[in-house]
């Protein structure tokens, strides 16, 4: 990809810039040295660098325009919780733009939040033999069995889910009960979730009621191909899930291993591919939660070890998932995160790393743990503004941080998107790319509306179209895919890129 100085000062810019602001004041600035500041700054962000040909220049100056009209609207949805900044979004030119553009891949998402929750609830529990039953805290659990199932601890009784629902005598509220159960879409958001414990919890509580309608055999295929077509409608060409591998099971009750879900991703994924050949593929990061013991973990790294070996063009890599400020750190994992090195062998870890603003704890420290583990990625990576070791770390060796705006906003963890510490990383350029985490449980979906929060809250009006266009580059530069697949990929992408150019400028 053609890059140039653009508006920057000479390579020795720097040292001169530092010998400028060390010369002792006269008074009055000089106004060629404050532009040059200015360019060399505007230079340095995410994109200062890229060539825009003359239709992308066009482009630019009306996404500007655009822009520049959305800054001065009241509410400006960067500012506003995103369940309430949603319909705003949807009704935002640039947000239509941003739909259209091909966004390369979406290199974090979690295969529990993949699909929209609309499909789930209008699909899957239409399906025969599906059972739902009441926890004790209001939850929900769900299962497919042939015969009404046994009580167990957290459900002492099932009932077939389409008696229930003509019980209810209103399918269509009864319907909305259940999106409520697997998402934490509320209109009330700050009132519902006050502090990031009761989010969190909710959060969990949605992800293990979904996980018994997509662990099913026969919806697990087709939750995966309906996956891949939604990323595909919001014109993104590639994903890497985080995917623990849970226990699909049949209506009999039988359990595959992972070997079997590893080849049935595997069948979806080249199926999906052969509908639609502009698709790139589709990767699994093995994931298992951080709450787990170390030698749970360390048998876990031992068995994606195996099933990279078993499944190379599928297997990406390693990472611990689940809220780091009650779970486990890395440093107290590093017996069973250094057995791959002892071992000789290669497993790629792609750690979640700093989501958090608890700053000075064990685990504010992930950051850097992640870095001493050869992280490829770090997810989220929040905190890396306030560790400005690992963030030079992380720098130097090229280690992109997978930014989730929505995901940041929602958890609660920033409530004015402008005031993201990311901002701070888009300004010096710093490796970033743009995913959505959680997409079904926030009401979103592939990643339009983060890049539109990336783009115009956190990015604001400095973020140009070069700035776009290095994002989405870098989803594929990032990515775990072989030098030559990235090659490939890039010319796939640049043929829908010059298409959207020309049909936009």
């Known amino acids: ?49 890229m060539t825009l040909t003359v239709a992308e220049q066009k482009l630019d100056a009306r996404l500007h325009r655009l822009k520049e009209q959305e800054m001065n609207n009241i509410p400006f949805p960067p500012a506003v919780h995103f369940f309430k900044a949603k319909p705003l979004i949807q009704q935002s030119e640039v947000f239509k733009l941003l739909h259209r553009m091909p966004k390369g891949g979406a290199l974090h998402i979690h295969s529990m939040s993949l699909v929209s929750v609309d499909w789930l609830v ?17 939850s929900v659990r769900f299962v497919f069995s042939e015969r009404q199932p046994f009580p167990r601890w957290d459900c002492f009784y099932w009932q077939l889910l389409q008696t229930l629902r003509d019980r209810t005598g209103d399918p269509h509220a009864f319907d909305l009960s259940l999106v409520q159960q697997l998402t934490l879409f509320t209109d009330d958001p700050e009132g519902k979730y006050p502090n990031q414990d009761v989010v969190w919890e909710k959060f969990e509580k949605s992800f293990i009621a ?47 291993d992972k070997l079997w879900t590893l080849r049935t991703f595997q069948q979806v994924s080249n199926k999906f591919k052969l509908d639609h050949p502009e698709f790139f593929g589709a990767r699994i990061i093995i994931s298992v939660h951080r709450a ?18 078993e499944f190379p063009e599928v297997v990406a890599g390693f990472d611990l998932v689940g809220r780091e400020d009650s779970g486990r750190s890395l440093w107290y994992f590093r017996e069973a995160l250094s057995l791959p090195a002892e071992l000789g062998v290669t497993l790629p870890f792609f750690f979640h790393a700093g989501e958090t603003d608890d700053e000075g ?29 690992a963030k030079e770390l992380s720098r130097r060796r090229n280690v992109a941080v997978e930014l989730c705006p929505i995901s940041n906003q929602v958890l609660r963890l920033v409530s004015d ?76 992408w640049q043929k829908k890129w010059d298409v959207f150019i020309s049909a936009c400028s």
């Open 1 to 49: 990809m053609a890059m140039q100085n653009k508006a920057r000062l000479p390579c020795t810019s720097s040292f001169l810039v530092l010998l400028w602001l060390l010369r002792p004041a006269l008074g009055v600035p000089d106004p060629a040295q404050r532009e040059q500041l200015m360019l060399q700054e505007a230079s340095m962000q995410t994109g200062g660098r």
């Open 292 to 309: 787990l013991g170390v030698s749970e973990v360390k048998a876990a790294v031992k068995e994606a070890i195996e099933l990279q070996r």
């Open 210 to 256: 979904a996980a018994g309608l997509i662990s099913h055999a026969p919806v697990l295929r087709d939750y995966l191909y309906q996956g891949l077509e939604e990323l595909h409608q919001d014109n993104i060409q590639y994903l890497e899930l985080r995917s623990g591998l849970s226990r699909t099971y049949e209506l009999d009750g039988s359990i595959h």
């Open 361 to 389: 704890t064990d685990v504010d420290q992930n950051i850097l743990d992640a870095l001493l583990f050869n992280t490829t990625r770090i997810g989220h990576g929040f905190a890396l503004p306030h560790h400005p070791i």
């Open 122 to 138: 209008k699909n899957v529990t239409y399906r025969p033999h599906c059972y739902i039953c009441f926890t004790w805290d209001n």
């Open 417 to 492: 998107l402008r005031n993201h510490p990311a901002a701070t990383l888009m300004s010096e350029g710093h490796p970033l790319v743009i995913s959505s985490d959680d997409p079904s449980l926030f009401g979103s979906s592939g990643l339009s509306y983060d890049f539109y929060q990336a783009f115009v809250g956190i990015g604001g009006l400095r973020a140009n179209l070069g700035t776009l266009k290095e994002l989405v580059l870098n989803s594929i530069r990032f990515s775990s895919l072989s030098a030559q697949q990235k090659e490939t990929s890039q010319k796939m």
